[in-house]
């Protein structure tokens, strides 16, 4: 029988933590299987591998957390000698949150001379910085210290018949020929002409007029005008002071009773001032529109320059019963997203972007808004905490990149963000929560959806209060996750509450989310009313999810099936990031990243009974191969001895912690 929080695998694959590591060790060979060696041997054997553990584990955690580990430990001692029977906060604390104190690999930690761009075979623009330029502009001189090449074939030479990375490729014997020219197949390259594989760049000339304030907000500029007036501030920015929804007088209009109801009907007639505020939360001041006639236009003037669409004539996001990969941060990018897509999600969402950084034209924000022409619904999760910086980059987003619908990340519970008033801190919030919805509802031709928790604190659920609210402000379409901020991942999905929700949202549709890792959790899921189900966790330990929850059934899938789909990934990731040093290393890195969640995955054909639950720590066991005991590993090391065989040898000193702790298990 398995312990509590334990998942339940079959007693002839369960070993210890000693054996299974030193199967590990003697790469699956026979003599290394559980029962061999006599009982001294075996006696000799753990205690050396005790030893070894504990120098393994001192040099694999960085000196930050070693510190840590030892004050949690300290102040456990401290804890029992006085004889205390409650569990004090730090104990939560060290299973939250992010490993802050990670190593970061930069590019010069493992290319020490790199080639300058100019230099690249096919690259058509001359160095600007001259002598000036820290780059190697000599080929023959950066070849001489360039790593030894990873493998004879080249994704991106194979897919496209071109390979844009030339002599920096990790790949180049593949389609280098004499005096280092690069090689292209013309016959295939001509295939790929004029083609877009990625969409939503960020080009050159928007990033410049972002940087110098350029770009013009027209209908964000309205609306915030218009709230401003309304606050009395005489016109002047769209920011306003924090007040109570009673000063603000908007509440009274929009939200509806306390309780469960669904009754939006006002109470009481409005006031003169505070009717006037409630309208211009709807509607721009007119005094926008005379400014923005005077704006020099190119084309012939339709109808959609002058009149805004209402809500019914937008374009309507119909996704119910669909499967909707969550936006996942750090591991729900592009290469990860096409492996989901191909084993059938139907939606997909980039990662979770912080407004401001969108707004100053940051490349790496940029970067997660991209679309992979294969996702044929296809969203954006913003994440910002004042309606100005919100709606401005709405309209940005609204002029510039192609997406299906927009959405605001009301769930996110790290404090990084929540103290800066973002994510989970919205819904408490509701006067700002508010003037964001309505005013990226204004500026957006596409649906506006809302992703939300249960609440902040664990007992006090208030997403049944908010919901409403979301309807009348015009959101297209809620999730809900079914814990609150304080719970994280540590407890099960209220699923019961997601039902209640479910109906008072009737008639937007509601997505549920929450520990959902089998068909059978599908199924419960959307027999508790809901339009659909949002997959996160579930999606990270087994993206082939999508396929059992279609077909309804379990997929006993193989060792070699699962590497299979690594190597996808990885050639994937070589052609987002690249095939060059740093692009090899990028993807290895968010390879590593996934590793640290598929390690949780326990095989169909080894468990005792079905289904694996999201919650349940697995035990360590023996595959019934080396590689599907291998890829139950949750030790870095292993993970990193994966990524070689894909990717090659790690750079030297190389060093990688997780940047999500495994704090589900509890």
């Known amino acids: 029988m398995a312990g509590a929080g334990v998942a339940a695998v079959r007693a002839p694959f369960l070993t210890s ?24 041997d075996t006696e000799e054997k753990k205690e050396e591998d005790a030893e070894e553990k504990k120098e393994e ?175 009395g501030n005489g016109g002047k920015g769209g920011k306003t002071r924090e007040c109570s929804a009673e000063e603000q007088g908007v509440s009274s209009c929009t939200a509806p009773p306390e309780g469960l109801g669904d ?115 296809f969203g954006v999760q913003l994440e910002g905490a004042f309606p100005d910086t919100m709606t401005k980059c709405a309209e940005l987003l609204n002029q510039s990149i192609e997406v299906d619908f927009v959405d605001i990340n009301v769930g996110c519970p790290i404090d990084l963000v929540y103290k800066k008033g973002g994510g989970c801190a919205l819904m408490t919030r509701s006067n700002k929560f508010e003037q964001i919805v309505r005013g990226m509802n204004s500026v957006l031709d596409v649906p506006l959806t809302v992703k939300i928790r249960t609440g902040v604190q664990e007992k006090i659920n208030v997403a049944h209060k908010l919901i409403p609210k979301l309807r009348e402000w015009g959101a297209s379409m809620v999730t809900l996750h079914g814990r609150s901020r304080e719970q994280r991942y540590t407890r099960s999905a209220d699923w019961d509450y997601i039902a209640e929700c479910a109906k008072i949202a009737t008639p937007m549709p509601l997505f549920g989310n929450g520990d959902i890792l089998s068909y059978e959790d599908a199924q419960r899921a959307m027999q508790t009313g809901v339009s659909g189900v949002m997959i996160a966790r579930g999606a990270l330990i087994k993206p082939w999810l999508f396929t059992e929850i279609k077909d309804q059934r379990h997929w006993d899938i193989s060792s070699s099936e699962r590497f299979d789909i690594l190597k ?44 694996q639950k999201i919650n349940e720590r697995p035990p360590y066991y023996l595959g019934r191969d080396y590689m599907e005991t291998l890829m139950a590993s949750q030790n870095v090391d292993d993970w990193i001895k994966i990524s070689e065989l894909l990717l090659g040898p790690v750079p030297t000193s190389f060093t990688f912690l997780p940047k999500h702790k495994a704090n589900s298990y509890r």
Not at 575 to 597: A, I, M, P
Request: proline fraction near 5%.
């Open 568 to 611: 996808d990934f990885s050639n994937y990731g070589l052609e987002h990031w690249g095939s060059d040093t740093q692009g090899v290393e990028k993807t290895r890195k968010f390879l590593l990243e996934w590793l640290s969640f598929l390690c949780r995955y326990i095989p169909v054909g080894l468990l005792e009974h079905l289904p």
């Open 17 to 40: 933590k000693e054996q299974f590591h030193a199967f590990l060790r003697a790469g699956g060979q026979p003599g290394s299987q559980v029962g061999t060696g006599t009982e001294e």
């Open 57 to 231: 584990k001192c040099q694999s955690e960085p000196p930050a957390k070693r510190v840590r580990l030892e004050e949690l430990s300290q102040d456990e001692e401290r804890q029992q000698a006085a004889g205390a029977t409650e569990k004090e906060p730090v104990e939560r604390k060290r299973a939250r949150g992010q490993n802050k104190s990670r190593p970061c690999m930069k590019p010069k930690h493992y290319e020490e001379s790199r080639l300058c761009p100019s230099m690249t075979q096919g690259c058509a623009e001359k160095c600007c910085f001259g002598s000036r330029c820290r780059f190697l502009h000599d080929i023959g001189e950066y070849m001489a210290t360039k790593p030894a090449d990873l493998g004879r074939s080249c994704v991106l030479f194979e897919t496209f018949g071109k390979c844009v990375y030339g002599v920096t490729c990790r790949f180049a014997q593949a389609h280098l020929g004499d005096g280092y020219q690069n090689i292209v197949n013309a016959e295939l390259a001509k295939q790929w002409e004029g083609k877009s594989l990625v969409r939503n760049n960020l080009s050159k000339d928007l990033q410049h007029r972002l940087r110098k304030r350029k770009f013009s907000f027209q209908k964000a500029d309205e609306y915030l005008r218009g709230l401003a007036k309304a606050h």
């Open 263 to 377: 009754s939006l009907e006002c109470p009481a007639p409005l006031e003169q001032g505070e009717g006037a505020k409630a309208e211009a939360l709807q509607r721009p001041s007119p005094a926008g529109g005379e400014e923005a006639s005077s704006i020099k236009t190119v084309g012939p003037v339709t109808d959609e320059d002058v009149i805004k669409l209402r809500p019914c004539e937008k374009k309507q996001l119909k996704i119910q019963g669909k499967l909707y990969l969550a936006p996942l941060t750090t591991c729900g990018n592009l290469p990860f997203r096409r492996i989901c897509k191909r084993f059938g999600a139907d939606v997909t969402c980039g990662e979770m972007a912080v407004c401001t950084h969108l707004l100053q034209g940051q490349s790496s924000e940029w970067a997660l808004l991209k679309r992979h022409h294969t996702e044929d619904i």
